[in-house]
C-alpha cells in the first residue's frame, strides 16, 4: 500500500530453473525492486532484494536474501540526542522545540 502523495514503482524478476532429478525440485534467483515518488516525481525511497530460493522434491524450501533500502529523510535525524550537526550541516531538531 502507498501511503497519500506518493507514487508507487514495483517490478521483479524470477528465474526458477528445473531439476530432473536428484532432492532439488527447482531452484534460482529472484529480484523485487520498489520504488517510491513525491508528488513532483521527485525519488523519496526504495527497496531492492535479491533472493536465491531452493524448492526441494518433499516440498520443503531453503532461501538466502540481500535487501537494500533507502529512505530520504525529511528532517535532520540525531538518534543519540548529541545536538551534533547532520550530513546537510543543519542541527538537529527535538521534538520539544529544544535545539
Known amino acids: 500500500m502507498c501511503p497519500a502523495g506518493l507514487f508507487q514503482s ?17 531452484h534460482g534467483p529472484q529480484v523485487v525492486s520498489t520504488y517510491y515518488y513525491n508528488g513532483s516525481f521527485h ?10 530460493l531452493a524448492t526441494f522434491r518433499d516440498k520443503s524450501t531453503l532461501s ?5 533500502d533507502y529512505v530520504e529523510l525529511l528532517q535532520s535525524f540525531d ?21
Open 43 to 52: 525519488h523519496t525511497d526504495d527497496e531492492t532484494s535479491f533472493t536465491w
Open 10 to 26: 514495483k517490478s521483479s524478476a524470477v528465474l526458477s530453473v528445473l531439476s530432473r532429478g536428484g532432492v532439488v525440485l527447482s
Open 79 to 99: 538518534p543519540t540526542n548529541t545536538g551534533r550537526t547532520t550530513d546537510r550541516g543543519q542541527p538537529a531538531r527535538l521534538e520539544n522545540g529544544g535545539s
Open 64 to 68: 538466502g536474501v540481500v535487501i537494500h
